[in-house]
């Protein structure tokens, strides 16, 4: 099949989502109308860690428009916590400070008014009595006996501690030539959405039915509010026809909607909370992964790296979401694309007074990337050979495909070398080199960054019982329903909220692909969460693969059936029937018409072969490929697809100034079989844009008294047009053997080796002067600080 | 306080307090919800909208700053000349380049491509750069976009531009 030309598939087609949008016709949540909306603002603590001593809101209550103000304790006794996947039971997680604030923005009560304008008036007039605690923002710290725990009931800052060991690790360190330790950080950033987070709740006591409608990326979100409201899974009806207006991950949104869940419960108003800018960058619990990793490599003179040690300290913020988890998605992909024969690895989240981390594209991939591709950088340096002839030397080979990792994980294909060879043509790495050179030569700091590195995707779960052996997850489905009309006309349904990845094109141009009628006349909708079969939401590079794999198998199931319907009518075997969408033609020459089969399958069941049901309908609940085993021995097989990127950029800047410039971008992309081209160019370049901001631009910094400091988006810098600069994009294709059309995951390409390139740019550059940088993000600052201080020092000892 | 704004050739009147901005104005009084609140001090640009023929922010406009003037929103970003469901040149080239993704974004970058190109027929890429460089978008890395409002240059002049622009 994969073979063959595609008439739909692989073509280049447009995104059926983009008309509304480009129109303004988009519908997001803060676009849902109620006349009689309820409407919440949000009271901040301003403290890091304190007691909460009272709240008297007796004087806001009184003011003209203010319905109720609802603190912490009253959900406390009203609704169980919010679900955690860890074994911590006593870090408990309400969507309101309990008792107790644990870092500063959080929010302490909600108050609900007649208009948001008014809400926030009120704020004003709500006195908070507290008593500050002792906190602690470093996770290193965060971890000694000493340290305040930011939960006293759970005794200790520690989440998550869990020690691997694949392969003979210590035998080979000892027999290899070298060893080297360094040590990297990965600044706190985040997707940071230009749409916030906002949900809108209403009950009908008629029905006992909570409709939820939000601008939300959550696996299992209905099943989760309805966990926590004490409420049945059909009492809650999540409406998955929201558009979402980016999220990238960080969507989750499951303290908003439980509390405005509640808020809708008790007062029998439609609630809505739409986060303010402030609220959402000090408080919407959307920060991403804050890692440090302690690296050692063994390694021969030849350049083979032959093991790795990675101690990851993940700073998880005050409550543990999901953030532990995202230490376990990277061990399927612990030794990147190349033959590294043992890995041992530690794992550790530790809740620190900072606000709580969500998934962040890549979900703790891109991190782990920046690790192991500055360990590659690093040894090419100590040993003096070729940062790209090293690679090349470990990089695993097109032949040794399908790749058992020592974790546990099978890498399904590639062909990484042929993607490198292809980019540095593209590139034209020569000439890219003499530029280089040149920019020196006239006084510029100038370096050349590499980075490659894989996307595992397909979205599997099995990181949860490999980090907690409680719990037993194992598959993490997604389905597809197809109906065709008495009219002839195809309607698929999904069932997930979509934020930019073009599910309906997805779905459409895979349909059409098999039942062979054009994609544009497909509809795709989304039923709202009752009305729906089991998926789990846009996560982990997934959807190409398991939307556009349940899509695909409930089309088969449709076309089987029309052929039947075909083959009993013209009284042929249905292997000889030439089907051609909307004509089917029998060997001898008779034929049927799509509108025949219409016809007989929804009117004249006495034309349909014995036993058939009428109508034509289908669904699929499909399986992640080879998933569905418990781990062994701390080994899991984790993703069905491995994506592969290569990234070559050129970064120049002034030593004085310290500002980088990217001078030339390419990327190498394979991720097997393209369904749409453009949304996954579009994805390439957008993950290489986050990847630049999360590499030079972008962090949740707070100052030494807990305060955020980059909480509006003049502070928290994003790249714009002028920070991206033309990027080349190279395409490659091997295809998966797992999956139906050979497409592996690009959600979250670009993304996972940008930051790693860059950095290797800049250290490049930087290299003579005998200085590196060890933290993401280089800021400008930085770079220009550390270059005057050593060129002070080299001019000292002159 | 009564105001009237003239939004997409219409005078809306209400009672507004005065701290109302133009944003919620328009999205709540006129209902006009293709214009969009991103980061609320004028810096991602999400909520332009063309006040008198220029792009502007309206998170950053009090609605009665803008009592007297002429505001197009998208809904109406080719005047009243095309039907519903018909798209402008600019917004069938962000079409055709899928110059977006998740398109919270994009009615200010069609804004924003619309009047660099009023202004500047053939603009280079490195004009259209700075021209969006206002307009924040974290999904596409601008690259489409670029493509699109270059494409969009291109049809409008082979197709012999009209007076009042795109």
Known sequence: MRDKKYRFLSQPRRVVEDRRFVAGKGHYIADYDHADMAHVALMPCHLPAARIDAIDASAALAMPGVIDVVTGAELAAAIDPLMNGLDTPKVRRYPLAVGQVRYAGEWVCAVIAESRAIAEDAIEHIRLETTALPFVLDPEQALRDDSPPVHPDHNSNLLLDKKFVWGPVDDDFAAADHQLDFCVTWGRNSTVPIETFGVVAEWNAWAQMLDIRASVQMPKYADQIARALGLAGNQVRVHYDIDVGGSYGVKRGIKHAVLTGYLALKLHRPVRLIEDRLENMRAGDAHGPERKFDVSVAFDKDGTVRSMKMRALDNAGAYAGRAPFQLGKPIGAIVGPYRIGSVAYQAISVTTNKAAQEAVRGFGQAPTNYALETAMDRVAAFLDMDRLALRQHNLIKADEFPYLIPSGSTYDSGDYHTVIDKVMAAADYPRLVATCNQLRKDGMMAGIGIAACLEPSGGNASFEPLLNESNQTTTWMESCQINIDALGAVTARIHTTSSGQGHETLVSTVIGEILGIDPDSIRVVRPNSLESLPGNSPVGSRMAIMLGGAAARAAEKLKAKILAIAAHHLQCDAANIDYQGGAMLSANGRHITWGDIIELAHRQIHGLPDGMDPGLASFDIMQVPTGGDLPKDGKVHMYPCYSFEFHLVLVTFDPIIGKPEIRSYTIGHDCGTVINPAIVSGMTYGGIAHGIGAALLEEFAYDESGQLMTQSFLDYLMPSSHEVPDIQLVKHCTPSPHTVFGQKGSGESGYLGAPAAISSAINHAVAGLNISFDKLPIRMSVISDKIAAATQHRSDSE | ?166
């Open chain 2, 1 to 166: 306080m009564n105001i009237t704004i003239d939004i997409n050739g219409k005078d809306v009147t209400a009672a507004i307090e005065p701290r109302v901005t133009l944003l919620d104005f328009v999205r709540d009084v006129a209902g006009l919800k293709g214009t969009h609140a991103g980061c609320e001090h004028g810096v991602c640009g999400a909520c332009t909208v063309l006040l008198d023929g220029e792009a502007v922010r309206s998170c950053l406009i009090l609605a009665a700053q803008a009592e007297g003037s002429q505001i197009t929103t998208i809904e109406a970003v080719d005047g009243t000349t095309r039907q519903p469901g018909e798209l402008s040149i600019i917004q069938d080239a962000f079409c055709e380049s899928h110059g977006l993704q998740c398109g919270y974004c994009t009615p200010g970058m069609v804004l924003a491509a619309k009047t660099l190109l009023q202004h500047n027929p053939t603009p280079s890429r490195e004009q259209v750069r700075d021209a969006i460089s206002g307009n924040i978008c974290r999904c596409t890395g601008y690259v489409q976009i670029i493509d699109a409002i270059m494409l969009a240059a291109e049809r409008l002049q082979g197709r012999n531009q009209p007076a009042d622009g795109a």
